[in-house]
Nanobody, 114 residues
Framework: VQLQAFGGGLVQPGGSLRLSCAAS????????MGWYRQAPGKQRELVAA???????YYADSVKGRFTGSRDNAKNTVYLQMNNLKPEDTAVYYC?????????WGQGTLVTVSS
């Protein structure tokens, strides 16, 4: 399954963005989908995961601000990001969490700046 994230852009601190991820095939049987990010000079990190049943995991740095969801019927994964901070600036990727990711798409750039 190929995954393409989009919806990034430039937003002011405190603003919101909604990222979407379109899958080329079915995600129904994928145990957990997730959103990762990589800031300049830093390692890629998992920020949100959504299980097939709808359970979620969030990194402490985004907890209470980001909400992940998935629509298995549409083969799409979403990340609603609220109260964005400059430290959220990164390239955001969607990928599998379980099973572990193997191939990475291009990602979408989110820049939080005034």
């Amino acid at each position: 399954v190929q995954l393409q994230a989009f919806g990034g852009g430039l937003v002011q601190p405190g603003g919101s963005l909604r990222l979407s991820c379109a899958a080329s095939g079915s995600i129904f049987n994928i145990n957990a989908m997730g959103w990762y990010r990589q800031a300049p000079g830093k390692q890629r990190e998992l920020v949100a995961a959504i299980s097939r049943g709808g359970s979620t995991y969030y990194a402490d740095s985004v907890k209470g601000r980001f909400t992940g969801s998935r629509d298995n019927a549409k083969n799409t994964v979403y990340l609603q990001m609220n109260n964005l901070k400059p430290e959220d600036t990164a390239v955001y990727y969607c990928n599998t969490v379980s099973p572990p990711p193997t191939v990475w798409g291009q990602g979408t750039l989110v820049t939080v700046s005034s």
